[in-house]
């Protein structure tokens, strides 16, 4: 018979094998940065098996992920910007080359989500990319859902205004994958 340790063991490699890549997904998405998607993904999930008696404890362990990975997010972003304005004065900035098949709509989507604040990204990729409630929402951002009724709202109005009117939700619906 096996022992709590390799029942737990198994459930996160259960719950690894299901939720990794939407994982990186959102990380993707929050951050604008494919390469470090699966970084914060994989740094995301080491901190719930250190966890995990606590994870799969909660009701939401999804939520409880995801709310792992948006904090991760949040701390590489501003950890990135404060580079970034470290290296603005001694070099100029120079347009940022993509490489991959991306069409430029996405490119688009992508250039629009990256100046919305985080809370405001957060709450419209998860609404409009991921198809999470408002609810769900919530839970994993830990705010209320009025709140995410609010910012979802006026992230859209910021979208279609930065993109062009009526761009913004069916831009961002039509990226997923």
Not at 10 to 34: I, P, Q, S, Y
Not at 37 to 50: E, F, G, S
Not at 109 to 134: G, I, Y
Request: glycine fraction near 6%; hydrophobic fraction near 45%.
């Amino acid at each position: 018979m096996g022992t709590s340790a390799d029942d737990a063991a198994t459930e996160f490699h259960d719950f690894f094998e299901r939720h990794h890549a939407e994982l990186a997904r959102f990380a993707h998405l929050l951050t604008g940065e494919a390469d470090a998607a699966d970084d914060l993904a994989a740094d995301a999930l080491l901190a719930l098996w250190h966890r995990w008696d606590r994870v799969r404890a909660a009701q939401h362990p999804v939520a409880y992920a995801r709310g792992v990975v948006a904090n991760l997010a949040r701390s590489r972003i501003r950890s990135t910007v404060r580079e970034r304005r470290r290296v603005a004065l001694f070099w100029s900035q120079r347009a940022e080359h993509v490489d991959g098949p991306d069409v430029p709509a996405v490119l688009d989507v992508r250039s629009a989500l990256r100046r919305l604040p985080f809370r405001k990204r957060a709450c419209v990729v998860l609404r409009h990319a991921f198809d999470l409630s408002e609810r769900e929402t919530a839970l994993t951002l830990g705010i209320s859902v009025g709140t995410v009724k609010s910012q979802t709202s006026k992230a859209v109005a910021q979208l279609e205004q930065l993109l062009g009117h009526g761009a913004a939700a069916s831009e961002l619906v039509g990226g997923r994958k």
